[in-house]
Each structure stands twice: as structure tokens, then as C-alpha cells.
């Protein structure tokens, strides 16, 4: 064998493991700076850690190929392989995950970690999902959401007529409006500047969402309103599930509770530091809003959802308050 064909039999020994490894898609909505691209990192990494290079993860942050119900209905048709998102954002595909933007279920992370591992009504839900296209792999954390506004926010009274800005969940909206709110959906890269120009009065999202995002610079008080706890579930298009071998959907569901675990350590051990940055910043916390006040506001809510979802709606806060007296 001449010095040629040596060269050009190692050229194509090299090309091989590259030509076989599949490059597989994670879009989300965070920052570059966000926890939930910090996680997606540590996922992507051991996924093509524990399948030997089989498959690569491509992470595609900050809303580049769509917001989170684009996200989720190209996971449902394969046209993404992985997302993260709000448990209620997947809703539109599962209605009665609905239920979990469900106001004031939990009150500490430990309790919500326990109500979404342990929840039997919860697990019988996200069994619902391969139907619809796609399949929860573990749930990431992004923690309580709270608000930023441009004006003090104590009560609900201060909340009247003011225009907030959400994401598109049918529960939130009656939760937000419940306390006084006028309610306006809008993709999350649009609400820094809607809050500066005027278009809307603040925002409310997890503190790590707020933080990344800067929306306190444009909304200077937040209000640690803690009004609904908001975890991401991780998920994997169903015909992406399908096409892997036994061994490699392991290697990806041992991945997901690696950046799972990684993940509420990150968020449940950020909120602090985060909330000092932005202090430091400017920012005006309100750690002490009237929250008995908040919670009396919500109260129609159960009701409207009960009327709605029926026995669905009791079965999960059995779960909620199991876990509420299980877990100080």
C-alpha cells in the first residue's frame, strides 16, 4: 500500500465516527446566562458522554427557533428532538396539566420536588404524553414565580387595572386576573421592551427568569409573590424516543435526572445571590408582600377550575396538601 492510499484510508478512518453520530435539537427560551442553558449543558454533555459519542446535542437558546408553544409543537412532530418548559405550557397538548399553575400549591421547594416525584395524580398526567407526540424525561426547576412592576405592589388592591404581562396558560390568566390584573400575552423577548415603553406595567416569572432576563431594570419592584411554583419538565419528541435503541434511552433518561438534579440545586441555590445582585442594582424587594391577602384573592379559582376539570381538580390538591403536611 503506497504513502497515498495510507493517507487517504486514515482521512476516512477519521470522517467515520463523525458521519455516524447523530446531532440531535434542544430549543428553549432562557438567556445564554440562565439556569435552564446551564442545564441543558450538563444534559447534552452526558447524553453524548454516556452513548459514546453515538449522539450530540445541539442547545438552541433564547427563543432562536421559536417561543415555548412553537417549541412544544414542533417536539410533537419531530421537528425539535428536545425542550424545556413550564409544566403549563404543555397543556394545549394535555389539558389537565392545567391544573399544576394551580395558585399557592406548595410553599417550599422541598415540597414541590416531593409533589412532582411522588404525585400519583401528577404521574398518571405526564403517562399522557406520548399520545400527544412527545414524552417527559424529568423535571428541571425554575423556580417560584413572583412579579416585577414599575409600581409598588403590596396587595391585591395595588394590582387593580394594572397591565401584566404572562405567558399563554389558561389557569394563570384567571389566577392573574383573580388579584386585579389586566392580563397580556406576549413572547418572552418582547416584555423588557413593552415594559419600557409602556405597553405593559411589569411581568411575573421565577427569580432566575427575572434575573436573566433583566426585567427589574425596567420594572424595579419585585414582589416575591410566590403565587404559583413553576418547574420545567424536560422532554423528548416521541418519534426521537422511538428511533433509539433500548440502551441509548437509558443513556438519555440517566442524562435528564443527572441535569434534573443539577438543575434545582441550581435555581433553589441561586435565588439568594440573585436577589442581593439586583438590590445592588436598584431593584426594590419586597420579600414580605400580603400574601394571606393574595391568597384570599385567588380563592375563585378552585372553583372555576373544579367547574372546568372536575374530580381532577380535588385529586391533585389531596396530593399537594399530603405534601404541604408531610414536608415543613
Keep these: 500500500m503506497n504513502r497515498l492510499t495510507l493517507l487517504a484510508a486514515a482521512a476516512?478512518?477519521?470522517?467515520?465516527?463523525?458521519?455516524?453520530?447523530?446531532?440531535?435539537?434542544?430549543?428553549?427560551?432562557?438567556?445564554?446566562?440562565?439556569?435552564?442553558?446551564?442545564?441543558?449543558?450538563?444534559?447534552?454533555?452526558?447524553?453524548e458522554e454516556l452513548t459514546q459519542g453515538r449522539y450530540k446535542v445541539n442547545i438552541f437558546c433564547c427563543s432562536q427557533l421559536g417561543n415555548d408553544?412553537?417549541?412544544?409543537?414542533?417536539?410533537?412532530?419531530?421537528?425539535?428532538?428536545?425542550?424545556?418548559?413550564?409544566?403549563?405550557?404543555?397543556?394545549?397538548?394535555?389539558?389537565?396539566?392545567?391544573?399544576?399553575m394551580m395558585p399557592f400549591l406548595v410553599d417550599s421547594y422541598a415540597q414541590g420536588w416531593k409533589l412532582y416525584d411522588e404525585s400519583k395524580w401528577l404521574q398518571a398526567q405526564f403517562a399522557k404524553a406520548p399520545d400527544?407526540?412527545?414524552?417527559?424525561?424529568?423535571?428541571?426547576?425554575a423556580g417560584f414565580r413572583s412579579m416585577t412592576t414599575k409600581e409598588p405592589l403590596n396587595k391585591p388592591s395595588d394590582a387593580t387595572g394594572k397591565k401584566l404581562r404572562t405567558f399563554p396558560n389558561e389557569m394563570m390568566r384567571w389566577t392573574l386576573e383573580a388579584m386585579g390584573f389586566h392580563i397580556q400575552i406576549m413572547p418572552l423577548p418582547e416584555v423588557y421592551l413593552a415594559i419600557q415603553q409602556g405597553a405593559v406595567s411589569g411581568q411575573e416569572n421565577p427569580v432566575d427568569t427575572i434575573y436573566s432576563n433583566k426585567f427589574y431594570e425596567v420594572a424595579p419592584n419585585v414582589t416575591l409573590t410566590n403565587h404559583v411554583y413553576s418547574p420545567i419538565p424536560?422532554?423528548?419528541?416521541?418519534?426521537?424516543?422511538?428511533?433509539?435503541?433500548?440502551?441509548?434511552?437509558?443513556?438519555?433518561?440517566?442524562?435528564?435526572?443527572?441535569?434534573a438534579k443539577f438543575s434545582r440545586e441550581m435555581i433553589s441555590g441561586n435565588d439568594a445571590k440573585q436577589l442581593a445582585?439586583?438590590?445592588?442594582?436598584?431593584?426594590?424587594?419586597?420579600?414580605?408582600?400580603?400574601?394571606?391577602?393574595?391568597?384570599?384573592?385567588?380563592?375563585?379559582?378552585?372553583?372555576?377550575?373544579?367547574?372546568?376539570?372536575?374530580?381532577?381538580?380535588?385529586?391533585?390538591?389531596?396530593?399537594?396538601?399530603?405534601?404541604?403536611?408531610?414536608?415543613?
Design 69 to 100: 408553544p412553537k417549541n412544544i409543537e414542533q417536539l410533537a412532530l419531530g421537528g425539535i428532538d428536545f425542550t424545556v418548559s413550564a409544566t403549563g405550557s404543555y397543556a394545549p397538548h394535555v389539558p389537565s396539566l392545567n391544573l399544576t
Design 12 to 47: 476516512l478512518a477519521m470522517a467515520l465516527p463523525a458521519a455516524a453520530q447523530t446531532v440531535l435539537k434542544f430549543s428553549h427560551t432562557d438567556q445564554q446566562s440562565g439556569a435552564r442553558q446551564a442545564a441543558a449543558q450538563v444534559f447534552a454533555k452526558k447524553v
Design 234 to 259: 424536560l422532554a423528548i419528541s416521541e418519534k426521537t424516543w422511538q428511533k433509539l435503541a433500548p440502551a441509548d434511552q437509558q443513556a438519555v433518561m440517566e442524562a435528564a435526572r443527572i441535569s
Design 132 to 141: 400527544k407526540g412527545f414524552r417527559f424525561l424529568s423535571t428541571w426547576e
Design 277 to 328: 445582585e439586583m438590590t445592588a442594582k436598584g431593584a426594590k424587594i419586597n420579600a414580605r408582600p400580603d400574601v394571606a391577602a393574595f391568597r384570599a384573592a385567588v380563592q375563585p379559582v378552585y372553583a372555576k377550575a373544579r367547574e372546568k376539570y372536575g374530580a381532577d381538580v380535588d385529586a391533585f390538591l389531596k396530593d399537594a396538601e399530603t405534601v404541604r403536611s408531610s414536608v415543613k
